[in-house]
């Protein structure tokens, strides 16, 4: 079993930056970062592929940054250049042993 833990989220102004953690009770190759808005459908943001490889959707590319600690088995979502459309809440995601695990979530919102 593995758990998850976020922080970090709060409210910010846009163009502001935020930096959201994910504490783990194991470290996965498989972990990532997903967000749901109101009304939406949960989506993929950024993700590790494998030990070193990243993919992230195409509206967060080049502000948003995926990284790791595996000493501390911690995960990292660094937001710059925040929008209005990147308010949601934001996931934790890990896979360990063929099963997926989420995090209880870290709201995230852009606004003046």
């Known amino acids: 079993q593995v758990q998850l833990v976020e922080s970090g989220g709060g409210l910010v102004q846009p163009g502001g930056s935020l930096r959201l953690s994910c504490a783990a009770s194991?470290?996965?190759?498989?972990m990532g970062w997903y967000r749901q808005a109101p009304g939406k459908q949960r989506e993929l943001v950024a993700t590790?592929?494998?030990?070193?490889?990243?993919n992230y959707t195409d509206s967060v590319k080049g502000r948003f940054t995926i990284s790791r600690d595996d000493a501390r088995k911690v995960v990292y979502l660094q937001m710059n250049r925040l929008e209005p459309e990147d308010t949601a809440v934001y996931y934790c995601y890990a896979l360990w042993s063929g099963i997926g695990y989420w995090g209880q979530g870290t709201q995230v919102t852009v606004s003046t």
């Open positions: 194991r470290s996965s190759n498989t």
């Open positions: 590790f592929t494998g030990r070193t490889g990243t």
